[in-house]
């Protein structure tokens, strides 16, 4: 079971842009498609985005399309999630894990970590 470690996130103005990081703690993310997911309170968890095991095929909710771009470099093992023209409803907890394509479903083994937080405010 991989671990991940999330990184990247902050509190920014609307309009603005963020670049998260998800990495592995103890082992590799080569060999996994791998999936970013948002939490806000109260709400539940959703998919933002997945990326297949050789960065060529790339999924999107529609909330995020055009926005945010996940991109992956198996040489450092990382998996990034580029986020542009953040908006209020973007705020939340977000998370990395492994998951299926082509529709984005965390794999029955996936692990969530302390995930990292998006905060936007003016």
């Known amino acids: 079971q991989v671990q991940f470690v999330e990184s990247g996130g902050g509190s920014v103005q609307p309009g603005t842009s963020l670049k998260l990081s998800c990495a592995a703690s103890?082992?590799?993310?080569?060999?996994?498609?791998i999936g970013w997911f948002r939490q806000a309170p109260g709400k539940q968890r959703e998919g933002v985005s997945c990326?297949?095991?050789?960065?060529?095929?790339?999924y999107y909710a529609e909330s995020v399309k055009g926005r945010f771009t996940i991109s992956r470099d198996n040489g450092k093992s990382t998996v990034y999630l580029q986020m542009n023209s953040l908006k209020p409803e973007d705020p939340a907890i977000y998370h990395c894990?492994?998951?299926?394509?082509?529709?984005?479903?965390?794999?029955?083994?996936?692990?969530w970590g302390q995930g990292t937080q998006v905060t936007v405010s003016s």
């Open positions: 103890g082992g590799s993310l080569d060999n996994y498609a």
């Open positions: 894990t492994t998951v299926r394509v082509p529709h984005c479903i965390p794999t029955l083994d996936h692990s």
């Open positions: 990326i297949s095991t050789d960065g060529g095929n790339t």
